[in-house]
């Protein structure tokens, strides 16, 4: 899965919204619960590696990181809050750092 997204980052920003897309197309009977538990195990390894978490701007298109030891938590806090899988745009974007 961190694969399939790394590869996106070479070309683009990624929006969070697409990581649950890749897991329901790779698990189709997994549940919410599940869904959510491996695309935190998936954000973990991305930002341990060389990607960020963050925002974009609205007003300059420009990626604003969030701070990389709460990036995860504070993305999976604001998806169980939205009570549904993020939509495009939604909660957060993931960009290359290198």
């Keep these: ?5 790394h ?9 969070l919204w697409k990581l649950p897309w890749h897991i329901r197309r790779a698990l189709p ?9 491996v695309a935190a195990a998936v954000l973990e390894a991305l930002v341990a590696g060389d990607t960020a978490l ?3 701007n ?10 990389a030891g709460e990036a ?3 993305a999976m806090s604001a998806w169980r809050a939205l009570g549904r899988v993020p939509n495009i745009g ?9």
């Design 72 to 74: 995860v938590e504070s």
């Design 58 to 67: 609205e007003y300059t298109g420009s990626f604003e990181p969030w701070v």
């Design 29 to 37: 009977d997994a549940s919410d619960d599940q869904v959510r538990t």
């Design 7 to 15: 590869r996106e980052l070479e070309d683009d920003y990624v929006g």
């Design 54 to 56: 963050g925002t974009l």
């Design 90 to 98: 939604e909660v957060a974007w993931l960009a290359r750092t290198s």
């Design 1 to 5: 899965m961190a694969m399939l997204i």
